[in-house]
């Protein structure tokens, strides 16, 4: 289809000059709408505007522009079809070949907290129909919602004599209808949720494909990787991967809990993950150091893991990895000193199993990407707040006569930001700022505290315990003390409660309460 009549309605005037100039070169009739007519104006373009086409001015501020039978003919008529050209011919309307139109911002406007009479203002309604008018009449109008897409239409059109082919056109259809399909659900959510509150009665989102995986958790499931559509939440889609092996379906999982947990601590810190599980973390004063302390908590398992930075990847960290028989599946971190991922590459046992991802989710402080955790069970959604720790040390209560000393408050603490990326029932030994045993994912809370003791072996001496749920039995804490912990930390609000404390006073155990539950089920 050769572009000769192009009409352009945008928002978004990005990019919109140099659209301009090259549909100008092709010797394309430009019909526009009030403010984008005067954009092109100013930057040297022909047009005509809408009102002169119709023979009707805009009205209503602008609400009425382009929904008229000399723009929606000329979009809809198909060439093919002897009726539909003697119907334009009638009416004298001429066809439109492209068309070019991005909506009012209401997506913005919304996620600013704009007032409701405001976000109503920004639903568009003569762009969608145009975007949807065009998209389905692909065959003979090209249709460009994206800005970042006029080079490839200008290209075409420059290879091809002003023409843009089928497979373009059919391609730039698809994206059209995804984007009125993501503003009408967007418009829908923000409906809902004036309406109905936190969770809307109706609720949809929009995915983007970022990739095809090689398979899921397993050779024989088949998988994919997406992101929301809406561009505006943290992604790990955003990151830069080095290394020439693609990241795994496992390897994500793996990546986005290390990620998280290591966001939740105190830069500079390290956090090894093993399995969806850290089996290592540390807060030092270097990053360094951190890792060094990290590997400690369970040297066995860190072998094959994820390791995640909260602080730039540096080569000195780097010069470590590639000494004695240390490897990583993937390495992630914020941000990356000169050289440092070169040093990896360059050494023969990780040149090519190298992957580091930088970027994705760069703030240090702890704040969910998500409005909600997502889970899908039996035929729906379990949707829920991201479990983002609200309580800190001013708001806990110790519970024992003896209150912990400077140095187990900063274990307790630091043991209680690890536990929720623990799969429950869970319990963590910290000991320095580092994890000195993990115990998770076990049905018996006592069994978890075992678990943990046993991976900590010594270094449970003078260690502070974390729970991330109530101990129902006073069994949990008494296995705790007579493997050497002497600090611990867990909600309460069980029956047994005095129990419990009871025994950990018998101990000369330091009990801190919470009041807030980490279950990760």
């Known amino acids: 289809m050769t572009i000769r009549r192009a009409l352009i309605a945008v928002a978004d005037k990005s990019g919109l000059a140099e659209l301009a100039a090259g549909l100008a070169r092709h010797k394309v009739e430009l019909i526009s709408t009030g403010g984008t007519a005067a954009a092109l104006r100013q930057a040297g373009a022909a047009v005509r505007e809408v009102a002169e086409v119709t023979g009707v001015p805009e009205m209503l501020g602008g609400r009425v522009k382009t929904l008229h039978p000399r723009i929606h003919g000329g979009i809809l008529a198909r060439r093919e079809v002897a009726e539909d050209l003697a119907a334009l011919r009638a009416e004298g309307i001429a066809p439109i070949d492209l068309v070019v139109v991005n909506l009012y911002p209401f997506e913005e406007t919304a996620a600013r907290g704009a007032s409701f009479a405001e976000c109503i203002e920004q639903i568009d309604i003569g762009g969608p129909a145009l975007i949807r008018a065009a ?64 969770f809307p009665e109706a609720w949809s989102e929009q995915w983007r494909k970022v990739l095809d995986l090689r398979y899921g958790e397993n050779p024989h499931q088949k998988a994919a990787w997406y992101r929301r559509d809406d561009g505006g939440a943290v992604s790990l889609a955003d990151a830069c991967l080095s290394g020439d092996k693609p990241l795994s379906y496992n390897n994500l999982l793996d990546v986005a809990a290390a990620c998280e947990c290591a966001l939740a601590l105190a830069p500079p810190a390290a956090v090894i993950v093993k399995h969806c599980l850290p089996c290592g973390a540390a807060e030092r004063a270097g990053i360094l150091e951190a890792f060094e302390a990290a590997l400690e908590g369970d040297r066995l398992s860190s072998f094959g893991g994820v390791l995640a930075l909260n602080s ?40 090519k199993n190298c992957r580091v991802v930088i970027g994705g989710a760069a703030q240090h402080e702890h704040k969910s990407p998500r409005r909600w955790e997502i889970r899908s069970v039996l035929g729906g959604l379990l949707l829920q707040d991201p479990d983002v720790p609200h309580a800190a040390r001013a708001d806990f209560k110790v519970a024992s006569r003896r209150a912990p000393s400077e140095s187990e408050w900063r274990d307790l603490l630091f043991a209680w930001r690890v536990i929720p990326f623990a799969r429950s029932n869970a319990i963590a030994l910290a000991k320095g700022c580092a994890l000195a045993g993990i115990g998770a994912g076990q049905p018996s809370r006592v069994d978890a505290v075992q678990i943990a003791c046993r991976k900590a072996g010594e270094r449970a001496r003078g260690a502070a315990l974390a729970s991330d749920a109530f101990f129902p039995f006073p069994d949990g804490v008494e296995e705790a003390a007579k493997a050497g912990v002497t600090a611990v930390i867990h909600p309460g609000g069980s029956l047994r409660d005095a129990e419990v404390l009871a025994a950990a006073e018998r101990a000369g155990l330091a009990v801190v309460l919470t009041g807030e539950r980490h279950f990760k089920h």
């Open 312 to 351: 730039p990847f540096t080569v000195a960290l780097a010069r470590r990895l590639c000494q004695g028989d240390l490897f990583f599946e993937v390495i992630w971190a914020p941000a990356s000193e000169a050289g440092a991922i070169e040093i990896l590459r360059r050494d023969a046992r990780w040149g």
């Open 135 to 198: 998209a389905k009449n692909h065959r003979h109008v090209c249709v460009v919602v994206d800005p970042r897409r006029y080079g490839e239409v200008l290209e075409e059109m420059a290879r091809n004599g002003g023409a843009i082919g089928d497979a373009l056109r059919r391609s730039l259809a698809a994206e059209a209808f995804r984007r009125t399909a993501a503003y009408d659900l967007a418009i829908s959510n923000w409906f809902g949720r004036e309406m109905d509150g936190e």
